[in-house]
DNA sequence: GTGAAAGCGCTAACAT
DNA sequence: ATGTTAGCGCTTTCAC
């Protein structure tokens, strides 16, 4: 059984082929009555255009490509929702493919995305290997990197300053009074490396000792694992007498741990989380953190595709930042 | 600037482009000799094929399409996750579409997903429209449904009973001598409501009222839905002494809120989750639930898929049901 | 092992 | 407003 074409449409429709090819993408072209023939046709045979018959013809996909380390990850969840709405609405495909932490697997994956032919590229983060470098500035399409700023942006980039955002959760937590204060991180990618980097700065222009937690084996970030990793340091001696999380999920997982061991939160620890993710207001006590626009960053960077796909005229080398806001919350109020 | 072909390839290369096509996808049908000299010349002019023009011509798109309603809910990036590891293992992309848990976007996601020609279909639920299921059946390709076990399946069907296992963890309930158990829940999608059948069964079958406390508005679960959707039940009156939550971020909000209000789970209140959320046996108290399978259905989805596009033989109407776990912890324990 | 010819199913460009 | 022609960039025959 042969799959219905265009051909057969227009065969059925007794109309040349072209038209039915515009009645399906411009129907306004073409008059009410062949429009309501061929129209009937396509029902009739349950015509479905064939996309890489069309791509390849037109030389316009209409797909974007968007490379995230993970989905686990709910950050990334709310981003690429944000991406997608405004992408989908203005008519791409948006193509997702994970990096899962890696320059390499980032590299294939800007291999794949090309080969597709994708119009654009928005990409995590502002670090890469240099063939994934070079093959996105010589691709010569619209790219954003986002999540965090570069110094040398390939093209747009929308983000924030992880480290500033590390430092002045880090300076809160020294404001507060506490001085032993611990960093907790699973994963160190990138983006929390940076924040490692203010949490240390912080640290050193107050004079205080630098006292990180990272998980010997990196995982993903999660609730479980900031259980553990604070087992780890209630175990192995002097507690801290605050702990910055790279990530709400760690954040409420030591909270747990606290309570499991009858450690009172902020009396006896404060605890400081990131991302606000959203049950960071309701925990009990509620958790400090650190606002991320994770909404904006996706939106935005969609936005800024579409502006370069549709004017000609590129506004190159754009970076935006997003900025990011502490939230002072219960967890770290003495 | 013209994009580089695979003909730019093989002029450089000084062989035909059916050799280069060759080198690209079975290198071993080709002297080492050749071989070399396209591969020189392949990354001398950066090449990258057009999937397109390669998926038209062999009419193999090597993709396959899941529609998942929403890529917030954990549950789905888990099964993605799974799903992704074993088809991208194997050569094929996946096309991920959203179907937002309308049956409408649901059937526009199939129709893209067939203009893609997709290989083959993992679908969410097992409800559809008329249009939907008869896109599917008349498509002619590998369909899995996954979730939810159908009593007539389009084709595969990987899943569980959502009913049952919604009776099971209200039965638990009630032999722990609980009277008053209320149903909690946001977003009534099929699955859930399946749960919440079984909660009626539960409840009928030992005489109890129905309680159900359901989100006047549609909203995903989450943890504020959860704190949220107590504190409402609480304000409204006698407070039942046990909930039954479609998932355990409202749970764990509903735990939250318990501690805020000074009310003791699980001694003057029972709590009882959905899912097994990575947080809940680390929650404090920990906090029952129950065990679905997202990871062994996505790649029990993905491995039949891959078994149905490889054999010719097709192994229709399939359907497995992989079951649940009830894992009973503090939050109801007596 | 390598190549020549033909065509996949559409659309752009140019008629009419 | 509609049709004709040519071709997008690959791969599938089928020769050699």
Redesign the pocket.
């Known amino acids: 059984m042969r799959?219905i074409?265009?051909?057969d449409v227009a065969n059925l429709a007794g109309?040349?082929?072209?038209?039915v090819?515009?009645v399906?993408?411009k129907p306004h072209?073409?008059?009410p009555?062949?429009r309501l023939r061929v129209d009937a046709a396509v029902k009739e045979l349950g015509y479905v255009?064939?996309i890489a018959?069309?791509r390849?013809?037109?030389?316009?996909t209409h797909a974007v490509g968007v490379i995230v380390p993970t989905l686990y990850n709910v950050i990334f969840a709310e981003y690429l929702f944000a991406l997608h709405d405004v992408l989908v609405a203005a008519g791409f495909q948006v193509i997702v493919v994970n990096s899962r932490y890696s320059e390499v697997e980032e590299e294939s994956a800007i291999k794949a995305l090309l080969g597709q032919r994708v119009e654009a590229i928005i990409i995590t983060g502002t670090h890469h290997t240099l063939l994934s470098r070079q093959l996105l500035t010589q691709a010569r399409l619209p790219v954003v990197e986002t999540f965090e700023l570069s110094p040398d942006p390939i093209d747009l980039n929308i983000g924030m300053s992880q480290e500033q955002a590390g430092q002045t959760a880090t300076r809160h937590l020294i404001e507060g009074g506490f001085r032993r204060i611990a960093f907790l991180t699973g994963n160190l990618d990138h983006r929390a490396r940076s924040r490692f980097d203010g949490y240390r700065a912080a640290m050193e222009e107050a004079g205080l000792p630098d006292l990180q937690i990272i998980a010997e084996k990196p995982r993903h970030s999660s609730v479980a694992l900031g259980s553990d990793l604070f087992a780890l340091t209630c175990d192995r001696g002097k507690a801290p007498e605050a702990i910055f999380c790279t990530d709400d999920n760690l954040a409420l997982g030591a909270m747990q741990e606290c309570r499991k061991r009858g450690i009172r939160v902020p009396d006896d620890i404060a605890i400081m989380g990131f991302h606000d993710l959203e049950f960071a207001a309701c925990a009990a006590p509620s958790l400090s953190s650190v606002i991320t626009r994770r909404f904006e960053t996706g939106k935005l960077a969609a936005e800024k595709v579409l502006a370069a796909l549709t004017s000609s005229l590129r506004s190159k080398d754009q970076q935006i930042d997003l900025g990011f806001a502490l939230i002072p919350r219960e967890s770290t109020t003495v």
Chains 1, 2 share one sequence.
């Not at 390849?56 to 316009?60: D, N, T």
């Open positions: 799959r074409t265009l051909d109309v040349s082929p072209i038209t090819s515009r399906l993408r072209a073409v008059s009555a062949l255009p064939n018959a069309s390849l013809a037109s030389a316009r």
